[in-house]
């Protein structure tokens, strides 16, 4: 199982940390990722965290300004978010995979969702 948390409204320029907490399962050895969806639009790769910490991945959209990070004591993946812009507002999602991969379809559980809402 995996629970999102963290997320809510802000302003353009404001930062957020998500939070993923896994749990029922050995979620340390899977890599970790965080999609998002805006309304409307396909669900996007977002991040991904192999299951040692490295190598990460960014969409392009995020590069620079969103930093993936797991502690894998805690069973937990975070999604640091700074200078948040209009763009990013979307559900984000956590997910787990067993291989390396940036596809939805690729991912094997995914958590509900949290919403980030960021206001110009």
């Known amino acids: 199982q995996l629970v999102e948390s963290g997320g809510g409204l802000v302003q353009a320029g404001d930062s957020l940390r998500l939070s993923c907490a896994a749990s029922?399962?050995?979620?340390?050895?899977?890599?970790m990722g965080w999609f998002r969806q805006a309304p409307g639009k396909e669900r996007e790769f977002v991040a991904s965290?192999?299951?040692?910490?490295?190598?990460?991945y960014y969409a392009d959209s995020v590069k620079g300004r969103f930093t993936i990070s797991r502690d894998n004591a805690k069973n937990t993946v975070y999604l640091q978010m700074n200078s948040l812009k209009p763009e990013d507002t979307a559900v984000y999602y956590c997910?787990?995979?067993?291989?390396?991969?940036?596809?939805?379809?690729?991912?094997?559980?995914w958590g509900q969702g949290t919403q980030v809402t960021v206001s110009s």
């Open positions: 997910a787990a995979a067993q291989r390396w991969a940036t596809s939805v379809g690729l991912y094997d559980y």
């Open positions: 029922g399962r050995a979620f340390s050895s899977y890599v």
């Open positions: 965290i192999y299951w040692s910490g490295s190598p990460v």
